[in-house]
């Protein structure tokens, strides 16, 4: 007689702390993924597989990449992708006329499409969003130069999404 199977035990659940570096790592991550689904003219499910299997929380290179919020990733993903249009209407609005998004450094362009997907698709409040996106560029962008206008856009972005959350003051 065989003894009866163990469940497999659920795996603790994350500390606040824990839970706020997970959603920050699916920021990063969902990043990468929109640059990659434009540079490779990669679809949603296809990069979303390859990030799962091979880039979460993986190490390459000899660096451990942070385990992100899957959850988050995967909507912050298929949000930018089904609301692309509104978010990059946002984006245009915030601007320069002469530097519509499409002439944006592709980079940036994956940034404020994730962003844009946090603010249009989820109730994470604006300046959250908003600090966490700034840090997402200061990663990508160590200088810092882009940070500034990082911040205004998604500012205007979040404004425009997200009057009520501004109302006050």
Not at 9 to 17: D, V
Not at 30 to 48: H, K, R
Not at 64 to 90: G, K, M, N, S, W
């Amino acid at each position: 007689m065989t003894p009866p199977a163990t469940p497999p035990a659920t795996p603790p659940r994350p500390t606040a702390a824990q839970a706020r570096r997970m959603r920050s790592a699916a920021r990063f991550y969902a990043v990468q993924a929109l640059f990659q689904m434009e540079a490779a003219d990669a679809g949603l499910e296809t990069v979303i597989e390859e990030f799962e299997t091979h880039r979460l929380g993986a190490e390459i290179d000899g660096v451990a990449y942070a385990d992100p919020d899957v959850a988050h990733f995967r909507a912050l993903l298929t949000a930018a992708v089904t609301e692309q249009a509104r978010i990059d209407q946002l984006t245009d609005r915030a601007l320069v006329a002469r530097w519509p998004i499409d002439r944006i450094d592709p980079t940036l362009r994956a940034l404020f499409r994730a962003a844009g997907a946090e603010l249009v698709a989820t109730d994470t409040p604006p300046k959250v969003t908003i600090n966490e996106f700034l840090d997402v560029a200061k990663a990508f962008y160590p200088e810092g130069k882009e940070a500034r206008f990082v911040n205004g856009v998604l500012d205007h972005m979040a404004r425009a999404a997200r009057p009520e959350a501004f109302a006050g003051g």
